[in-house]
């Protein structure tokens, strides 16, 4: 069994910043890609940003230069550091994890339970 837990939303004023966690932990052999989404009210869930195991990074252009994805591969963690935020930054960010899971390396993706960032004055 594998469990993703986030920490880090909350809110905050316009041109603030956040910085979201993300740990895996359980039966995990080895995790590929991580990365976060986020869902606006009404809206589809969408990407914000990726990060392999080599760390390479792929970000979205409606948040490149304000939005910095990061890993700790020895604490299973990932982690997306925003700033500048605005408003239409607000929504519920999922973490989202590529792994191959203990004894029979099968490969699955995982939701975290979301965290919710407002940005609002």
């Known amino acids: 069994q594998v469990q993703l837990v986030e920490s880090g939303g909350g809110l905050v004023q316009p041109g603030g910043s956040l910085r979201l966690s993300c740990a895996v932990s359980?039966?995990?052999?080895?995790?590929?890609?991580m990365g976060w989404y986020r869902q606006a009210p009404g809206k589809n869930r969408e990407l914000v940003a990726l990060i392999d195991n080599g760390g390479r990074t792929n970000i979205v252009d409606s948040v490149k230069g304000r939005v910095t994805i990061s890993r700790d591969n020895a604490k299973n963690t990932v982690y997306l550091q925003m700033n500048s935020l605005k408003p239409e930054d607000t929504a519920i960010y999922y973490c989202n994890v590529n792994l191959n899971v203990r004894i029979t390396f099968a490969s699955s993706t995982y939701w975290g339970q979301g965290t919710q960032v407002t940005v609002s004055s």
């Open positions: 359980g039966s995990v052999f080895r995790i590929n890609v």
